[in-house]
């Protein structure tokens, strides 16, 4: 009566455990389990009770058994198992031995480990993709830090960057041409960095905000004394402090005549003297000029030198305008946009629609003025998106829209109701079927529309019924 009750008890026990146990005797029979330990194994809870071990071993069901491992060597043991049906488990026996010291039992416990495996193997990848992303991320700061934010998606911009890249090597003098807001002094820098002389100073002269009566101190430097008002220690020139790295002359077609003579001279001997000055001092910079005017017509028109043309006319980089490459656009609105967010630690976004007016722009101002307005949106648009009804006047009445079927909808959907969100939804819809179709990756698609990947994501999944 008593073993009866102390059998039932146990068999409960064991049935109602969150434990997965097999128990056989000496002989590796099994005489009690857990229902849940089949389960495991795809195979009945019911049937293997009086089975050998040894046989499901030969079968293939416990491959291997612990407890035949634990028979044979007779201690304690840990294994990892693969089933028929996928799963992993690990299996633990444990040997149990009467008074006189022989193996009369053995207790294994199995536990599942293929949920924990599983979420260890995307774990895992989890952390490749993510240092995929940190990888990438640095990849874009270095290129962002060489070309100091150069933004080249058109094939104009790629070309002037591949000059840049080739040239800046050699100490030939560069022309940057081009309209004022374009980027010459950021291309200029570019030339500097890439070049060997990077960690030497890089010396910017604006020649059209110097007075002439100034222009000579400031440019060749002078003497103590030299004359009333000098410093009495006299003073270094721009192109002295550039003495083995770069100087910038940026706008030279206001170089005023008599300075251009001079300035011919200190590039024919590569010597300069300062205003006052008896001795000639050995100068070494590599020069690059800049431009908005045409300097072929001013020698013409006597307003410019011909052979210090010539001098500065070595490689001539014509930098275009911004509407003349208007695939750079949509990646200088997001540039512009993270920066002065980061500046004035604000969240604002721009919405898709206020891209595709912006990209249409003509920017007189070029990319100055599309800085100059992003910082205005920033901070005096309250909402914490842009909508193309935030523009100015002054750009919304200037942009023609492209006949396409993106605003060809806009105007049908204003002739048909005034409902301004229903409106920009759709137009949002078609911009995304767009970029999806043209774009190859989420990333793409994002760098394309001026959104963030994960944005990107979530419209696909928000329009996936219209893709």
Known sequence: MYDDMLEEELNKIIET?????????????????????????????????????????????????????????????????????????????????????????????????????????????????????????????????????????????????????????????????????????????????????????????????????????????????????????????????????????????????AMQAKLLKVLQEKKIKRIGGKKENHINFRLVTATNQDLKEMVSQGKFRLDLFYRLNVIPIQIPALHERKEDIPLLIQHYLEKTNDKYQKYKKIHPSTYEVLTHYHWPGNIRELENLIERLILTIEEPIIFPEHLPQSITGQVEPPEDSTFLAIEQDCEENFDLKKTLEKVERQLIAKAWKKCKTTYEMAEHLGISQPTVIYKLKKYKQYL
């Open 17 to 257: 455990s969150n434990n997965n146990i097999l128990i056989t005797d000496q002989d590796g029979i099994i005489l009690y389990s857990n229902p849940k330990l089949w389960e495991i194994y795809g195979m009945k809870s019911d049937s293997y009770i009086g089975t050998s071990v040894y046989q499901l071993e030969s079968e293939g069901l416990l491959a291997p058994s612990i407890n035949a491992i634990v028979l044979k060597e007779k201690k304690a043991k840990r294994i990892m198992q693969e089933t028929k049906t996928g799963h992993v488990v690990m299996s633990t026996g444990y040997p149990i031995f009467n008074k006189e010291g022989h193996l009369v039992r053995v207790i294994s416990y199995g536990q599942d480990q293929t949920e924990i495996l599983q979420l260890q193997d995307q774990f895992e990848q989890l952390q490749r993709k993510v240092k995929g992303y940190q990888t990438e991320v640095e990849d874009l700061r270095e290129k962002e830090l060489d070309n100091h934010y150069l933004i080249a998606r058109s094939n104009e911009t790629k070309h002037i960057l591949k000059t840049i890249h080739n040239v800046s090597k050699t100490d030939a003098t560069i022309l940057l041409l081009g309209p004022s807001g374009v980027g010459k002094s950021t291309f200029a820098r570019a030339v500097h960095d890439q070049s060997n002389r990077k960690k030497e100073p890089f010396i910017e002269v604006n020649c059209s905000t110097i007075p002439e009566s100034l222009f000579e101190s400031e440019i060749f430097g002078y003497e103590a004394g030299s004359f009333t008002g000098a410093n009495k220690q006299g003073r270094q020139g721009l192109i002295e402090q550039a003495d083995s790295g770069t100087l910038f002359l940026d706008e030279i077609g206001e170089l005023p005549l």
